[in-house]
């Protein structure tokens, strides 16, 4: 269980998104760039977190603000499509999906906070649980995203 308040979470999550778009932004000129070839391209990364926020992240926290206690299912995605979307369209997309769930929290009242629904890895997590994670989620990005910057620096030297 995490110990951070709403407030605390809503700012933790709003810089951590703002870091990751901001690391992927100075990628754009090399978007489509890959380590290797089975490795997902900075585009595709960045129309990865897009899509999560969208078709995962913001319902799941409605389903456990509805308190409701909805079960998940592990989420899954192909990145199918991913080709064709601008990395800085993505990011766009990405930055007002989170100004939603944001915005959404937020507005609710304290009882949400201890709601809770059941994930598919950890069991019962409370709203306050599932934000922690979304955070741990970017920070994680965060780092992928540095070494593959890094990377990219070594490979064009």
Do not use: C
């Amino acid at each position: 269980m995490t110990d951070k308040t709403r407030a605390q979470l809503i700012e933790n999550l709003a810089a951590s998104q703002q870091e990751v778009s901001r690391l992927l932004a100075s990628t754009a000129a090399i978007q489509d760039w890959q380590r290797e070839p089975a490795e997902w391209s900075f585009r595709y990364l960045a129309a990865h977190l897009a899509a999560v926020e969208r078709e995962r992240n913001l319902p799941r926290i409605r389903a456990i603000a509805s308190g409701q206690q909805p079960h998940f299912h592990v989420y899954t995605e192909s990145a199918v499509g991913f080709a064709h979307l601008d990395l800085n369209e993505s990011l766009a997309a990405w930055k007002e999906t989170r100004g939603d769930l944001l915005d959404f929290v937020a507005g609710l009242p304290d009882d949400a906070e201890t709601r809770t629904g059941i994930h598919p890895a950890v069991g019962e997590i409370t709203l306050l649980d599932a934000l922690e994670e979304l955070h741990e989620q970017d920070l994680g990005h965060a780092r992928h995203i540095r070494q593959l910057i890094e990377d990219y620096l070594e490979d064009s030297n």
